[in-house]
């Protein structure tokens, strides 16, 4: 049985666990922190619970066949509730449009709130974005590529995107579906998640909007950080071993080049130890990974010079009081302003001057998030990533004085007993380059065959797993990577034989 090491329990690296055990492999899974999860983390505190990382959780297709990868239940493992509305948006002008679950019940939101034409557009819509999810998941997403000629190694999906515009830009081909602009902005701002502004992301990133607008969103039992446990246990029942509280240290190579391990600090009574393996997938942020476990390579072009996404401001409050008439799970507040607000946040690096901010209330679904009589808030506002010209020393209290006054503006409650903000730098504290939970931007030239590899062909046997990689940012892509980075080991690994070697080390540690 060939043995794989694989770098971090988030939710890539627990999925290419679940994979890998799944397909035979002897997996052993290494965390730093005491707790699977990753970014997907949880802070208990006064009574309040808190997800510190995804929110919005959809496309629960993906995490079925990661679990029945492994030989587990999904249900079993992880009950969750689908949530209607989705969303509640909300407008300065002081309307709201409720993103409702199912086609009749969506355009008749839209009937109701914006009129006749737009819902008969919605009935257009909706299959153009079914048509672009069905045609890019098994050819562009959910696919491992080798150099760009794989764009085309499938002739008829490619002729496909480019007839359905996708490789048009996002905001004009909304924009010629819909007259009511707050439409526009409600089926384009997950543009965000590419870390780009509506206006220049590429049509095909609408198959976000489909996921989010289309297939649903859904809440776990005990929140977001239920789905890594879950995951954790789906692995683990198959067999991996889930290291916790123990952090790799070096990458150990045989004499004659490929990987041949790792080196763990298991903490001061057991000390170093060695783990030996035929593979090792490794889902730390890629730049990180090469500046602390491959300090001898250098690391992809993309990766040094590459653009990342924005930001976010996220601020974490336990309050008592009531919430504000209409409150929903997922709040969006959509600011007056819309193209230069992003000109300002990804052009010029800057504090959006008008922003849209979004509000996730898990205690609404869940009371037992918080104490009786008080409520968990999870505010996010865009910003600049470390890149930019924000002093975060001097911002990071303006900031949350100005989520303050938007909280009392939109009537939440604001008697906070618990607060926690997390700016950039904390982001990049927590291992993350420039400051961003989100990665490379999907650009053009950073997408599909264009973004870094989740294979290093100058270490063999080592490979990349998470955001940074392919297929990239948001939940169901780091699902997916965790996949295609399993088939990778796959397929190399009947080349490599199976003898212990005497090893050689890179210095540096994660």
């Given at each position: ?184 902005r409600l089926f384009t701002f997950q543009a965000m998640y590419a870390g ?315």
């Amino acid at each position: 049985m060939s043995r794989v090491v694989v770098i971090g329990a988030g939710l890539a690296g627990l999925a290419t666990a679940c994979h890998l055990s799944g397909s035979g492999h002897d997996v052993t899974l290494v965390e730093a922190e005491d707790a699977p999860g990753g970014r997907a983390g949880q802070i208990v505190r006064d009574g309040f619970r808190f997800d510190t990382g995804p929110t919005v959780l959809t496309m629960r297709s993906l995490l079925e066949d990661v679990v029945g990868a492994a030989g587990g239940d999904l249900d079993a493992l992880l009950p969750m509730q689908r949530l209607d509305p989705a969303y509640r948006a909300t407008y300065s002008d002081g309307s709201e449009i409720l993103v409702r679950h199912g086609h009749e019940a969506m355009r008749a939101e839209i009937a109701e709130k914006s009129g006749a034409a737009d819902a008969a557009a919605f009935d257009r819509f909706v299959p153009w974005l079914k048509r672009l999810y069905e045609v890019e998941m098994p050819h562009f997403i959910d696919a491992n590529f080798d150099t760009p000629l794989d764009l085309v190694r499938n002739p008829r999906a490619a002729a496909s995107l480019v007839t359905m515009g996708g490789f048009g830009r996002l905001g004009p081909a909304v924009k010629r579906r819909f007259t009511d602009d707050r439409l526009r902005r409600l089926f384009t701002f997950q543009a965000m998640y590419a870390g780009l502004p509506p206006s220049s992301a590429l049509a095909i990133y609408a198959v976000i909007t489909y996921m989010d607008c289309i297939e649903g969103v859904y809440f776990p039992d005990g929140g977001m950080a239920a789905v890594p446990h879950a995951l954790a246990k789906a692995a683990t029942d198959n067999g991996v071993d889930l290291r916790l509280g123990q952090k790799v240290t070096r990458v150990l190579r045989r004499p004659d080049g490929p990987v041949a391990g790792v080196e763990i600090d298991a903490g001061p009574i057991k000390g170093s130890e060695k783990l030996m393996a035929d593979a090792v997938v490794c889902t730390l942020d890629l730049p990180v990974a090469y500046r602390h476990l491959l300090p001898d390579l250098a690391p992809p072009r993309v990766v040094r010079t590459g653009d990342y996404s924005p930001s976010a401001v996220v601020w974490h409050v336990g309050a008592r009081g009531d919430l504000p008439a209409g409150a929903r799970h997922h709040n969006i507040h959509f600011a007056d302003a819309w193209d230069s607000s992003f000109d300002a946040l990804i052009k010029q690096g800057r504090m959006m001057p008008d922003p849209s901010r979004l509000v996730t209330i898990p205690s609404l679904t869940d009371p037992t998030a918080a104490p009786d009589g008080a409520h968990t808030l999870y505010v996010l506002e865009p910003a600049p990533n470390l890149d930019g010209v924000v002093d975060w020393r001097s911002q990071r209290g303006r900031t949350r004085e100005e989520l303050l006054a938007f909280l009392e503006r939109e009537g939440y409650p604001t008697d906070i007993v618990t607060e926690e903000l997390v700016d950039p730098l904390d982001w990049q504290a927590q291992g993350m380059e420039r400051g961003t939970p989100f990665a490379l931007a999907h650009t053009f030239a950073q997408t599909g065959p264009f973004r870094p590899s989740n294979v290093e062909k100058r270490l063999p046997g080592f490979f990349f797993a998470g955001s940074g990689t392919v297929p990239g940012v948001g939940v169901p892509m780091v699902l997916v990577s965790g996949r295609l980075a399993a088939e990778r080991v796959t397929s190399y690994l009947p080349t490599v034989p199976r003898r212990q070697p005497r090893i050689t080390t890179t210095e540096g540690a994660a």
